[in-house]
């Protein structure tokens, strides 16, 4: 894989000493999936740790904006921040990384990154600008948290890279080949995460089914994660229907493993899924589907769908349509095909109007949304335990948090719910889920 390393100019860095004297400010931004939330999540910690202030919002000395290339909106996000923050701040520095900075650093030093760096130096950021300078002070763990850094659920790598080629896909391109961390690791880092009290810890990769490391795969991971951590809530990012089996379902008996499971449909055609080089069919999709909810009561199954893939007939989205409805998704997440330079689907003939990929991606839209309300409907009326995560708006007295099985749950409270699991009776229907009372 190859990594980039750009350098638009030393004039920020320079200007930035000033500020240097009174520890600079780092606000990190993140675009994409959960596997750039735990990236940017560690480099927050690795700067916390050497010394600067991690802050969230426009007002930053250094702006570390980790990006995202799976679409062409994804890319426009990128080059619009930039703009942005250059607009806001002209004193600040930016720095892009992440999978846009790796396929066209270019591009995003012409947005206005003064530094550009590739996935395979994003973790050595901190050593990149160790050379410009050094902050003078360094912060505590707690003013880490103080300064506004979440702990009630932590993103945790377990794997990078895809050995796959879908062919719409640029992630092979972006992050290379497979490759995963040591069982040993990934468990000190769970428990360095329970110390630091965070309630929820979730698995990321790329594909992280295909986990392997001297011989364990995912299920042992998972299983000696559940033995020897006090985890109270572990939750795996996505899977792919090929990953599910009886044995690794049979870990979810402890009930500390969230019942949701993101398996990425990407189409119910089974011709689509063959042009996308998708390497399961709609049967074995549906066979993975049946035996999770066999094995995992109330638990939420929710997906990807791409519409309009090049050469995708009306009959072929007419067939992923009703796949989706017979699967009843409790949340189905909708993406129109965009072209990504260099992969297969790019130079396919057929490619398929923008129209109608939006019309397409709004019937699929709909079709997602009375999905969930149906999925939320079920539990009216029941008792569930929600980890609370933070009001809704300061002073509001309105939280929100999520359930076992990943709805979305809002509630009144006149003192404060973050970071705590609390029971909650259901009481009615919300526009991003359901209403709660909590139980004391
Ligand atoms: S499995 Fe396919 S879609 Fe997923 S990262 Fe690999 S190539 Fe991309």
């Not at 991690?54 to 904006?65: K, P, R, T």
């Not at 850094?149 to 497979?178: L, T, W």
């Not at 999925?375 to 008792?383: D, K, P, S």
């Not at 929600?386 to 990943?406: D, F, Q, R, T």
């Amino acid at each position: 894989m190859c990594s980039r390393l750009t350098h638009r100019g030393t004039a920020n860095i320079i200007s930035l000493g000033k500020i240097v004297e009174t520890k600079p400010a780092v606000a990190f931004h993140t675009l994409g999936c959960k596997l750039n939330q735990a990236e940017s999540e560690l480099l927050a910690r690795q700067f916390a740790e050497a010394g600067y202030r991690v802050v969230s919002g426009d007002g930053a000395d250094i702006h570390v904006l980790n990006t995202c290339t799976v679409t062409h909106i994804a890319d426009r996000k990128s080059r619009h921040l930039l703009r942005l923050w250059r607009k806001r701040n002209h004193r600040a520095l930016l720095i892009a990384t992440g999978c846009y900075a790796e396929r066209a650093p270019e591009e995003l030093s012409q947005a206005g990154a003064d530094l550009v760096v590739g996935n395979e130096q994003k973790m050595l950021l901190l050593d990149v600008l160790k050379d410009e300078y050094a902050p003078v002070a360094r912060c505590s763990a707690e003013q880490f948290v103080a300064d506004g850094v979440s702990r009630v659920r932590s993103f945790i790598k377990i794997q990078d890279g895809c050995n796959d080629a879908c062919a719409y896909c640029i992630v092979p391109r972006v992050r290379g080949r497979e490759h995963c961390l040591a069982m040993a690791d990934v468990v000190n880092e769970v428990k360095a995460r329970v110390a630091a009290c965070y309630k929820e810890v979730v698995l990321t990769g790329t594909k992280i089914g295909a986990y392997k490391h001297n011989g364990a795969n995912l299920k042992q991971l998972v299983e000696q994660i559940l033995v020897v951590t006090g985890v109270e809530r572990l939750h795996l990012s996505s899977l792919q229907p090929q990953d599910i089996s009886p044995q690794l379902l049979n870990l979810w008996q402890d009930p500390r493993l969230c019942r949701h499971f993101h398996l990425a449909l990407q189409s119910g055609s089974d011709a689509v899924l063959r042009r996308m080089r998708r390497r399961y069919s709609a049967a074995g999709y549906r066979r993975a589907v049946s035996l999770i909810r066999k094995i995992v009561p109330d638990v939420a199954i929710t997906t990807d769908i791409m519409v309009g893939f090049p050469g995708e007939g009306i009959e072929e989205f007419e067939e992923s349509y009703c796949f989706c409805q017979e699967i009843d998704f409790a949340d189905i997440h909708v993406f129109s095909y965009s072209s990504r330079p260099g992969t297969v689907a790019a130079r396919t003939p057929g490619q398929v109007d923008d129209r109608v990929k939006k019309e397409r991606s709004l019937r699929m839209l709909e079709l997602a949304q009375r999905s969930a309300h149906k999925f939320c409907q079920r539990f009216l009326g029941q008792n569930m335990m929600v980890l609370w995560e933070k009001e809704v708006a300061p002073g509001s007295e309105i939280y929100s948090g999520l359930s076992h099985n990943y709805i979305r749950v809002f509630a009144e409270s006149k003192g404060p719910l973050t970071n705590q699991f609390l029971p909650v009776r259901l009481v009615r229907l919300h526009n991003q889920g359901l209403w709660g009372e909590v139980i004391r």
